[in-house]
């Protein structure tokens, strides 16, 4: 069964530091997500992706986290510099139809970040 | 947007026992509901959706049923398993149209006991 890709699954970084994810999804798939999810909590978009293009980026705290999918297969998001309150997992979705809400999303495993 | 919310856990039973989480949801229309499970450590997992109001949607032997009168999308299990133990989602898309994110709620962790 297809899966998202996601690496590294675990990152710990000091305060001030750079730190990236990437991810790969489903092939096929013409919509890519990044999701953060704070320990006990359920996860919240951060930004989404169509083919190439973000559809929505309007929880992305901009000053620090960049996002992008250049050639509209995977991605990578950065957050630069790292805060203590960044501490989170990033998970990495994706669906197969852009056309349409009710998609059902598919995630990856996640990648954990402390920030210390 | 739409929203969602879900009754706080944790949640704790004993195996065999009998599981409902409640969901219920804010909505313009009638959007496609889900359930997503989350293991330790792991990512979300699709559990069950539906598509329109009273649709059923069931897997491993969890059932949730889209309620438009009630505004609900309870889960159920007859019989819960110590395997079942995790976290579960109610989620639904953001908006009613176009290419829309799911919203998820704050989340029910089970705790299933042998």
């Known amino acids: 069964e297809a899966e998202v890709a996601q690496s590294p699954r675990y990152k710990i970084t000091e305060k001030s530091q750079a730190v990236a994810f990437w991810c790969d999804p489903i092939s096929g798939h013409a919509t890519l997500y990044w999701y953060r999810q704070i320990l006990g909590q359920g996860p919240e978009l951060l930004v989404q992706?169509?083919?190439?293009?973000?559809?929505?980026d309007s929880q992305l705290p901009k000053d620090r986290f960049s996002a992008e999918r250049l050639k509209g297969v995977d991605s990578t998001l950065k957050i630069q510099p790292a805060e203590l309150g960044d501490s989170a997992m990033y998970l990495c979705?994706?669906?197969?139809?852009?056309?349409?809400?009710?998609?059902?999303?598919?995630f990856g495993e996640g990648s954990w970040l402390t920030v210390v | 947007g739409n929203s969602v919310t879900q009754m706080e856990g944790p949640v704790t039973l004993s195996e065999e026992a009998f599981l409902t989480i409640n969901c219920t949801y804010t909505?313009?229309?009638?959007?496609?509901l889900f359930w997503y499970v989350q293991y330790p450590g792991e990512g979300l997992q699709l559990l069950l959706k539906a598509t329109k109001a009273d649709d059923k949607g069931s897997n491993k032997g969890f059932e949730a049923t889209y309620r438009k009168e009630t505004t609900s999308f309870h889960l159920e299990k007859g019989s819960v398993q110590v395997s079942d133990s995790a976290v579960y989602f109610c989620?639904?898309?953001?908006?009613?149209?176009?290419?829309?994110?799911?919203?998820f709620g704050k989340g029910t962790r089970l705790s299933v006991i042998a």
């Open positions: 989620a639904l898309p953001a908006r009613n149209s176009g290419n829309t994110p799911l919203v």
């Open positions: 979705a994706s669906s197969l139809d852009k056309r349409s809400s009710g998609n059902t999303i598919y």
């Open positions: 909505a313009t229309g009638y959007p496609s």
């Open positions: 992706f169509q083919d190439e293009s973000v559809v929505d």
